[in-house]
């Protein structure tokens, strides 16, 4: 399938959805467990999700269409949620992503972006060069990844519970 | 985590919505490609889950609950959706599971089924002897299993087009 910026907004702007209604109103039990050491629960996912909001997609966007002098992007971290999230419930996370989002997509269709502005580049801190439709793509890619990732790690709570079934459940390979 | 009926149903009834959030008036291009050869699209997953809810889980927990002379599960047919969806629009499709689903949840509040009962058993027709505990702890862990495929095929479309990115998104390899 190739990049089409209308198609990828489909995604983009029901990611929160997605989450809130995947994981909102959820026993504790289900959202806070992980996959084991260094892995994380469906609530650092939406703290690392919030993070990318405020840091990541969007400012990353802006460089390239600016074509300024400095076209190196900020290093993400993939750590900043185990900070940031601290005291704040679940609830309180789902919600901060779908405002942000929210922000994010609109200031993604006031930019207009035209197809052959999906060819300019930026400076990518370990990639080097990489393009805007590498980078929108990449946003795509990675909403419906951290899908996954929250609805693998609900999944294998209830590994051992299945018995046999594991044969059949892929999920839990 | 054990086996819990009430936690259970948090996420057997949610699934209709995440899925219809998650794929509900999509472009057809994320939702009827599959990840090759006998693999499955977005739209072949909701009819295999109609499928499931018709003929598997709630018809099987009552061959175990009720414990009368034939308790052997009919075998589950993991292809039926190709003839059973035909000539129905995704949406169709998504709303035909949330009402079958919806009724399936119903059914399950009205059997009451009390702690021990989750150790009864049936026979299924490779595994032989499983409880009823495994049998729904399956269900919520195949609903999981299936929003993971979905968010999976989806995110693979834009391999190609998310570049050096591919090395951090996991969900691609």
Avoid: C
């Amino acid at each position: 399938m190739n990049f089409n910026l209308k198609k990828s907004i489909e995604i983009l702007e029901r990611t929160p959805s997605v989450l809130e209604t995947l994981l909102g109103g959820l026993s504790p039990e289900w959202t806070t467990q992980n996959e084991g050491e260094n892995t994380w629960s469906p609530y650092d996912v939406i703290g690392h999700l919030i993070h990318g909001e405020n840091t990541d997609w969007i400012p990353r966007t802006k460089i390239i269409l600016e074509q300024g002098e400095d076209m190196a992007f900020v290093p993400y971290d993939r750590f900043a949620q185990f900070e940031n999230s601290k005291g704040k419930s679940l609830q309180q996370l789902l919600s901060e992503f779908k405002k942000l989002r929210g922000f994010n997509i609109k200031a993604l269709k006031k930019m207009n972006i035209r197809d052959e502005e999906l060819e300019l580049t930026g400076i990518h801190p370990e990639f080097r060069e990489v393009t805007l439709g590498q980078l929108l793509s990449a946003w795509v890619v990675h909403d419906l990844g951290h899908i996954v990732q929250v609805s693998r790690v609900m999944a294998k709570l209830y590994k051992e519970e299945s018995g046999p079934w594991v044969k059949y459940l892929k999920v839990l390979h």
